[in-house]
C-alpha cells in the first residue's frame, strides 16, 4: 500500500489530518517517508544544499567555527555538533579547513553527527573516513557531553514540520489536510483554533484565506540547543530559507528533480518543507538565555571572505574553472540565488561574541 492509500486510509477512519501530520508522514515514515526512502541531495536528486554548491560554503563554516572556539577561550574540549548532516558534505569541507589553520582546535574536538537515518549515517561515516578527529554518531540532541558546544546545522529546521492556520469567518482555524471520494488529497479548514496572542498583529486586518505557520517542534529544538549552549557555553550557526519576520502567506512546498509541484501530490515522493520563521527561533534562544543575531546567507559568506576564497581557488586556473567559481559564487550569495532568501541566525551564550554577528 503506497503512503497516500494509507493517508487516505487514516483520513476516512479519524478524520482529516494536520499539515504538521501530514508532512511528518510524507518526510519521516519508516516504510515509505521521504528521508528513509530518497536520495534527496545533489545533482541528481531533488535539490542541491549550499555545501554541494561548492566546497567554499564548507570550508568558510570551517573559519567561523575555529573563531567560534577562540572567542569561547580555546577550550581543551568541546564538541562540534552537526544537526542533519546530509551526505556529510559540510563536515568534510568544515574539518579540512579547520585542520589546516588550528591544529589545536582539532585535537581539542570532538565530532557529534546527530542523523536518525540509518542510510544517510553509513554514507556520512564514508565521506569522514579520511579524518583522524573523534567522531561519533548519535540520535538525538539530547546524547551531545556536556561540554562547551559549537554546533551548526544547514537546511535543518525547514524540515521540521509546521502547523497552519487559515483565516476562515473571521477567525483562525487550523488547516487540515482531506480527501473526496475519488482518493484526491484536498485542504480544508479544521475546527482547532489558535490563540490570538500567538499571531501577528496584525492578525484582525489580514483577510478570509490568509494562512499564519507556526512550527512548536522547531521552537522545541531550539530550545533545546539554547539551554545546552546557556548551561556548558557555546555557539550556534543555524542556515536555512525563511524570513527575519513573521507575517502571513503559504510557503508549503514540495520539490522534485528541482522543480516545485503539487504538494500533495505524490506524499513520500517530494520534498516538502515550509519557510523558517528566525523571529520565532531567536526568541526561543533568547527566552533560554543566549543572544541571537541573523543576517541573509550573502552578507555572512561575503564577510567571511567568500570572494578571496574563490580568488585564492581561480588563481592560475583555466577560464572554465574561474567561470564557474564566478557561478558558484553568485549561487551561494547573489541576491536572485541563495543569497537573500537564505538567512543565517547565530546564537551564543551571553559572554560570547562571533564575528560578524552582533549578538544582543
Not at 121 to 128: H, P
Request: glycine share 8%.
Amino acid at each position: 500500500m503506497s503512503l497516500k492509500q494509507r493517508i487516505i486510509r487514516q483520513i476516512e477512519t479519524t478524520g482529516p489530518i494536520s499539515v504538521a501530520d501530514y508532512m511528518a508522514l510524507c518526510l519521516f515514515d519508516r516504510d515509505n517517508g521521504y528521508y528513509t526512502t530518497q536520495e534527496p541531495f545533489g545533482r541528481s536528486g531533488d535539490f542541491i544544499t549550499a555545501p554541494e554548491v561548492s566546497q567554499m560554503f564548507g570550508e568558510l563554516i570551517g573559519v567561523w567555527c575555529v573563531g567560534a572556539w577562540q572567542a569561547l577561550g580555546s577550550p581543551q574540549h568541546f564538541s562540534l555538533c552537526e544537526v542533519g548532516p546530509g551526505r556529510g558534505t559540510l563536515m568534510n569541507d568544515l574539518l579540512r579547513t579547520a585542520g589546516k589553520i588550528s591544529p589545536a582546535f582539532m585535537k581539542a574536538v570532538k565530532v557529534i553527527m546527530v542523523e536518525l537515518s540509518e542510510r544517510l549515517t553509513k554514507i556520512q561515516q564514508e565521506a569522514l573516513a579520511q579524518h583522524t578527529a573523534d567522531i561519533e554518531w548519535r540520535k538525538t540532541i539530547a546524547e551531545i557531553p556536556a561540554n562547551p558546544l559549537i554546533l551548526v546545522a544547514n537546511e535543518l529546521f525547514d524540515a521540521i514540520p509546521s502547523r497552519q492556520y487559515v483565516k476562515s469567518n473571521g477567525r483562525f482555524v487550523e488547516r487540515m489536510v482531506s480527501a473526496d471520494s475519488e482518493g484526491n488529497l484536498f485542504f480544508a479548514a479544521g475546527s482547532g483554533s489558535l490563540e490570538k496572542a500567538l499571531l501577528p498583529g496584525s492578525s484582525d486586518t489580514a483577510a478570509d484565506g490568509s494562512i499564519f505557520e507556526i512550527a512548536p517542534a522547531r521552537n522545541a529544538l531550539m530550545h533545546q540547543i539554547a539551554n545546552h549552549i546557556c548551561r556548558e557555553r557555546g555557539a550556534a550557526l543555524l542556515v536555512d530559507y525563511g524570513h527575519l519576520e513573521q507575517g502571513y502567506g503559504d510557503t508549503l512546498q514540495a520539490l522534485s528533480q528541482h522543480r516545485p509541484i503539487n504538494a500533495l501530490s505524490t506524499p513520500g515522493a517530494a520534498d516538502i518543507t515550509t519557510h523558517v520563521d528566525f523571529h520565532s527561533l531567536a526568541q526561543s534562544a533568547r527566552a533560554e538565555g543566549c543572544k541571537s543575531s541573523a543576517m541573509t546567507q550573502g552578507d555572512f559568506l561575503i564577510a567571511m571572505g567568500l570572494l578571496d576564497r574563490a580568488g585564492a581557488l581561480g588563481q592560475g586556473k583555466s577560464p572554465d574553472v574561474q567561470e564557474q567559481l564566478h557561478i558558484d559564487v553568485e549561487r551561494l550569495a547573489g541576491p536572485t540565488e541563495m543569497g537573500t532568501l537564505f538567512k543565517v541566525l547565530c546564537i551564543t551564550d551571553p559572554a560570547t561574541h562571533t564575528f560578524p554577528f552582533q549578538t544582543k
